[in-house]
């Protein structure tokens, strides 16, 4: 039900260009999937967000469960027809969310009570729970429950972790009944090196149809993520994708493809949408920026988005000063474009043995997350 095939392997890393194929089309990887969270990518219609390139989308278990429940998606048609997006999509667990959003009441091998975070009123949440709710959403990809310890965490409480994910794992395999949704197993262990080895040989030898590493980006620095990475994805399964969770700067990316990921998501190009900030090749806009505020240019010139295809950095400046809700929106459709731009031209790099050139397309890639400074002049 789920090929997954590597055209190309670039010569000079383990950066690979697949295709994955779903019940609701074929994914071209590496992949940036945007996110979803309550069955909506924050301020853009289905169709916008198709027309900046995007071929799969992330819906969130945890808050769809809350609401609107997913007896009542499933009734009305499955997750892909409730939220009108007809091209492939992947739900998460809801396990980051139970261990970082909501109060934990318990925490035992059996599962997890926690309160909700919009009526406090107290759930549970284990890995038969979890399976099924995903199986009632109706996502092509769903994802293993598991325990996601923060960083930095004491060496015994990423362990007891990592044996509860493995545990965990299995019992989603189990219950685990419809042949139309691929299932991921996700890797724990923190920064140490043995504990995700480990989890990733026990999850293997479960057999899933693809491997997420979980668990970065979770406050490790990014020279710690990038060796965790080079350490762990060379001993995944080379036929099967391999996605990193929640990872969302564009260097991140870049490492991460590099060390052969094929998968990934993030709120970043929204959320910093929302917020004003532009990606850019050279780095990002603060839009809210005085010196924007006579610029006829477009946010980037050879952009071919909606956004700078018809307003100027003056127009977008403007909508935030006044805010105006058009200015979210068009700066978040801006860096949903560009994010697929930039997985585009990653893909045809890697067919063209080049990857190694992007840096000089899109300098970003080499860049923390934030490179313009706050202009003193701003109201």
């Known amino acids: 039900m789920f090929p997954f095939v590597i055209d190309k392997t670039d010569s000079n890393s383990y950066a690979r260009r697949g295709l994955l194929t779903t019940p609701h089309g074929v994914v071209d990887t590496p992949v940036f999937m945007p996110v979803g969270t309550a069955g909506s990518v924050k301020g853009v219609t289905p169709a916008q967000l198709a027309a900046t390139g995007a071929q799969m989308i992330l819906g969130n ?28 999509m992947l739900t998460d667990s809801g396990g980051y969310q139970v ?12 599962g997890v009570s926690f309160r909700s975070h919009i009526d406090g009123s107290t759930i549970r949440l284990d890995p038969e729970i979890a399976i099924g709710i995903q199986e009632k959403l109706g996502a092509d990809v769903i994802m293993a429950f598991d325990q996601c310890p923060p960083i930095p965490c004491p060496r015994e ?39 995700r080895l480990m989890c990733a040989e026990r999850l293997i030898e479960i057999g899933f149809d693809g491997y997420a590493v979980g ?11 990038v060796a965790m990475l080079q350490k762990i994805t060379p001993h995944l399964p080379a036929d099967r994708p391999r996605y990193l969770m929640g990872v969302g700067k564009p260097r991140d990316i870049y490492e991460a493809v590099l060390r052969g990921v094929d998968m990934f998501d993030c709120v970043m190009p929204t959320r910093n949408g929302r917020n004003a900030s532009a990606y850019v090749a050279s780095g990002q806009l603060k839009m809210r920026n005085a010196c924007h505020s006579r610029d006829d240019r477009p ?6 988005c909606y956004a700078c295809s018809h307003f100027s950095r003056a127009y977008i400046r403007h909508l935030f000063l006044a805010k105006e809700m058009l200015g979210p929106t068009l700066t978040s459709i801006h860096n949903l474009h560009f994010y697929q731009r930039l997985m585009r031209r990653i893909r045809e790099l890697i067919l063209e043995d080049k990857l190694g050139t992007i840096p000089d397309e899109f300098p970003v890639v080499g860049m923390s997350d934030r490179n313009e400074p706050d202009d003193p002049r701003d109201n």
């Open 61 to 88: 278990t945890y808050h769809l469960r809350l609401r609107p429940g997913p007896e009542i998606v499933a009734e009305l048609g499955g997750l892909h027809k409730f939220v009108g997006w007809d091209s492939p």
């Open 99 to 110: 261990f970082s959003l909501a109060e934990l009441n318990e925490i035992t091998d059996a």
């Open 157 to 195: 409480e990423v362990e007891s972790a990592v044996e509860r994910t493995i545990r965990w794992a299995q019992r989603c395999k189990d219950a685990h009944k419809r042949e139309d949704q691929a299932l991921f197993g996700i890797v724990q262990g923190g920064l140490h090196e043995d504990l």
């Open 215 to 225: 668990g970065l980006s979770v406050g490790e620095s990014h020279d710690e993520m």
């Open 299 to 304: 946010m980037e010139a050879d952009c071919t």
